[in-house]
């Protein structure tokens, strides 16, 4: 196993979950906004 490798997976891992944090917030400030 190559500690780059495994250091690569965890941050795409990290990136992906912010990404899907992130359209969660902008998903429910437009629902306040809509209201």
Excluded at 3 to 18: F, L, P, R, V
Aim: glycine share 8%; net charge positive.
């Amino acid at each position: 196993m190559h500690k780059e490798g495994t250091t690569n997976d965890n941050q795409e891992q990290q990136t992906m979950a912010n990404i899907k944090g992130g359209l969660r917030q902008q998903q429910q400030s437009t629902k306040w906004q809509a209201t």
